[in-house]
C-alpha cells in the first residue's frame, strides 16, 4: 500500500530532551515535507525537501532540523525541545512538488512538558 | 491580507442540502490548486485538484475564478460522512517547493 509512515503518533516529553520524529515513505517521491498545524493558524510549513540531500527552510524552521540521505526518509528532529513546540506534526510527500497532490502521513501529537 | 483566505464556518448544513465554501488567494499569479479533506485530528486528505475549466467528481464540484482570485468547491447532496473540514491550497507563482494551506471551512452535516 502507498503511503507515508510517521512514528510515532503520540509523543510527551520535557523541555530539552533530543528527539526525532521519523517519516517514511514508499512511493518513490521526490519530494518531502513537514508541517505543523495549530489551532487557528493552519498548517505551516517548517522544512521542505525537493530530492536526496537537498533541504531548504519552510515558514517556520527555528527549532527544528531535517536531514534526506535516502529519498524514502526524512527525520524531523528537535534538538531541545520547548513547550511552543507542543503541536500536531505532519509529514508530506508528492511526486514532483507543487503540481501533485500531497500524501500526507498520520500525524505526530507531541506534547513539551 | 493572508495569501490564502476561508471563512472558518461551521457551515451546519441538513443532510441532501447542497453547500458552497470558497477560498480567496492574494497573489493574482497563482499556479496550482487543490482542495483537501481533514477530518477531526486525521491527516488532510487529497479531494481534488482545482482546473481552469474546473472539475466535477460525482458529488463534488471544483471550480477557479482567476478573475476574482478565488476557487470554490461545490458539494451536492450531502452525506453525513461530509462532515469535516475542507482546506484550500494554493501554490504561489515563483517554484515548486512550496504551497500555501488555507485554515479550513468545517462542514457539519446534520441528520
Known amino acids: 500500500e502507498a503511503q507515508v509512515t510517521q512514528n510515532p503518533r503520540y509523543l510527551i516529553t520535557v523541555t530539552g530532551k533530543k528527539l526525532t520524529v521519523t517519516c517514511s515513505q514508499n512511493?518513490?517521491?521526490?519530494?518531502m515535507s513537514w508541517y505543523r498545524q495549530d489551532p487557528g493558524l493552519g498548517l505551516r510549513q517548517i522544512y521542505y525537501?525537493?530530492?536526496?540531500?537537498?533541504?531548504d527552510k519552510g515558514d517556520v524552521p527555528e527549532g527544528y532540523k531535517v536531514s534526506r540521505k535516502e529519498k524514502r526518509n526524512f527525520p524531523l528532529i528537535l534538538e531541545s525541545p520547548s513547550p511552543n513546540q507542543t503541536s500536531l506534526y505532519f509529514c508530506?510527500?508528492?511526486?514532483?512538488?507543487?503540481?501533485?497532490?500531497?500524501?500526507f502521513g498520520s500525524g505526530t501529537r507531541l506534547t513539551v512538558v | 491580507r493572508k495569501e490564502v483566505e476561508q471563512d472558518p464556518g461551521p457551515f451546519n448544513v441538513p443532510e441532501g442540502a447542497t453547500v458552497a465554501f470558497n477560498c480567496t488567494y492574494s497573489n493574482s499569479a497563482s499556479q496550482s490548486f487543490f482542495w483537501y479533506r481533514q477530518d477531526c485530528r486525521k491527516e488532510p486528505k487529497l479531494l481534488m485538484s482545482v482546473y481552469s475549466s474546473g472539475n466535477e467528481d460525482g458529488r463534488f464540484t471544483a471550480q477557479l475564478n482567476r478573475a476574482s482570485q478565488y476557487i470554490s468547491l461545490l458539494i451536492r447532496d450531502s452525506k453525513l460522512s461530509d462532515s469535516a473540514t475542507y482546506l484550500c491550497?494554493?501554490?504561489?507563482?515563483?517554484?515548486?517547493?512550496?504551497?500555501?494551506f488555507g485554515t479550513g471551512t468545517k462542514l457539519q452535516v446534520i441528520p
Open positions: 491550497v494554493v501554490r504561489p507563482p515563483g517554484g515548486y517547493q512550496k504551497v500555501t
Open positions: 512511493m518513490n517521491h521526490e519530494y
Open positions: 525537501s525537493m530530492n536526496v540531500e537537498v533541504t
Open positions: 508530506a510527500s508528492s511526486l514532483k512538488a507543487g503540481i501533485d497532490g500531497y500524501t
